[in-house]
């Protein structure tokens, strides 16, 4: 008898012990347990005078039990306006990431391929209208369907588009990324002409490929209406682009002609942004720990 009541008395102890570690708990951040020096202007890119956005595949959302941890102390010191994300995985642990932060609010999708899917995080500052898919039908060309926000920063009117296009090489693939890039460029001539645009994500591909076979040709040969605000980047040296592992850099931001004053205003920039050089064992521990692409950020100064 007394066999049967302990053994009855572990299972319940053990069934308690499982439920404890659910996704709510297990990623309730502890206070930061990590140390990283905010001193460095490289990485503290929001400002009271600037839009500041980023675009960040932070793969498969969270690639480990610290990275909500690592990732609420970084976007507490890249201060940024909106944050575009791409591969949140684990909507639960996203909710936790945009309740911890003070002074954001958020939203995510739940509709890419293979789960990993699109988000915003965004200041409370801003006014956002109602955020909203499009090409939700169209999955050859979108197997993340685009994410737009409409946000109105400081009186300015903003619409970004949130993307991850196709991965991989091969023809096929390409020809994705190319389809993507041109329906993209149809729907703001379309719906969007005379507004401020940013389209920017995980494009997957590169900007300094032969005309030839450059996916985002069409872009580039528009150059009146639009601009790869990120282009010298791509075209600089590897040390800088987003994606170390290869290296490429395949994580852009492109503004259409009505934000071009803006970007050529003092004050306003765009940057990889080099979080490794913040941990003790640089990239490895970035890597392990958050991401295999670097943010990439866009500063745009609208007061001259």
Same mark, same amino acid.
């Given at each position: 008898?007394?066999?049967?009541?302990?053994?009855?008395?572990?299972?319940?102890?053990?069934?308690?012990?499982?439920?404890?570690?659910?996704?709510?708990?297990?990623?309730?951040?502890?206070?930061?347990?990590?140390?990283?020096?905010?001193?460095?202007?490289? @990485?503290?890119?929001?400002?009271?005078?600037?839009?500041?956005?980023?675009?960040?595949?932070?793969?498969?959302?969270?690639?480990h039990n610290?990275?909500?941890?690592?990732?609420?102390?970084?976007?507490? @010191?890249?201060?940024?306006?909106?944050?575009?994300? %791409? =591969?949140?995985?684990?909507?639960?642990?996203?909710?936790?990431?945009?309740?911890?932060?003070?002074?954001?609010?958020? @939203?995510?999708?739940?509709?890419? #391929?293979?789960?990993?899917?699109?988000?915003?995080?965004?200041?409370?500052?801003?006014?956002?209208?109602?955020?909203? =898919?499009i090409f939700?039908?169209?999955?050859?060309?979108?197997?993340?369907?685009?994410?737009?926000?409409?946000?109105?920063?400081?009186?300015?009117n903003v619409?970004?588009?949130?993307?991850?296009?196709?991965?991989?090489?091969?023809?096929?693939?390409?020809?994705?990324?190319?389809?993507?890039?041109?329906?993209?460029?149809?729907? +703001?001539?379309?719906?969007?002409?005379?507004?401020?645009?940013?389209?920017?994500?995980?494009?997957?591909?590169?900007?300094?490929?032969?005309?030839?076979?450059?996916?985002? %040709?069409?872009?580039?040969?528009?150059?009146?209406?639009?601009?790869?605000?990120?282009?010298?980047?791509?075209?600089? #040296?590897?040390?800088?682009?987003?994606?170390?592992?290869?290296?490429?850099?395949?994580?852009?931001?492109?503004?259409?002609?009505?934000?071009?004053?803006?970007?050529?205003?003092?004050?306003?920039?765009? %940057?990889?942004?080099?979080?490794?050089?913040?941990?003790?064992?640089?990239?490895?521990?970035?890597?392990?720990?958050?991401?295999?692409?670097?943010? +990439?950020?866009?500063?745009?100064?609208?007061?001259?």
């Amino acid at each position: 008898m007394n066999r049967i009541l302990i053994v009855a008395i572990l299972s319940i102890l053990f069934i308690s012990c499982a439920e404890d570690k659910g996704a709510d708990s297990f990623y309730s951040p502890p206070p930061p347990f990590i140390e990283i020096d905010s001193s460095f202007s490289s @990485i503290n890119i929001g400002t009271d005078s600037t839009f500041d956005i980023i675009t960040w595949n932070i793969q498969n959302f969270p690639k480990h039990n610290t990275t909500l941890n690592y990732v609420l102390e970084l976007i507490s @010191i890249m201060d940024p306006d909106i944050i575009a994300l %791409q =591969e949140i995985e684990n909507e639960t642990v996203f909710n936790t990431l945009k309740n911890s932060l003070d002074n954001y609010n958020g @939203i995510n999708t739940n509709s890419a #391929s293979y789960n990993i899917n699109l988000a915003f995080l965004y200041s409370n500052n801003l006014e956002v209208e109602p955020i909203y =898919e499009i090409f939700e039908d169209d999955r050859w060309s979108f197997p993340r369907p685009p994410l737009v926000a409409q946000i109105v920063w400081n009186g300015q009117n903003v619409y970004i588009i949130n993307n991850h296009f196709k991965a991989m090489g091969g023809t096929e693939n390409e020809d994705r990324r190319k389809s993507a890039s041109e329906k993209l460029e149809d729907y +703001v001539n379309e719906y969007l002409s005379g507004e401020n645009v940013i389209i920017l994500g995980d494009l997957n591909d590169e900007l300094n490929e032969d005309p030839s076979n450059n996916v985002f %040709q069409n872009f580039i040969n528009d150059a009146l209406n639009f601009k790869f605000a990120d282009i010298d980047i791509a075209y600089s #040296s590897s040390s800088n682009w987003s994606y170390p592992s290869w290296p490429s850099h395949l994580d852009h931001i492109l503004i259409t002609n009505e934000l071009f004053d803006e970007f050529e205003n003092e004050g306003s920039s765009v %940057q990889t942004i080099r979080l490794e050089e913040y941990f003790d064992n640089g990239w490895t521990e970035y890597e392990n720990y958050i991401s295999d692409h670097r943010p +990439v950020g866009l500063r745009l100064n609208f007061s001259q």
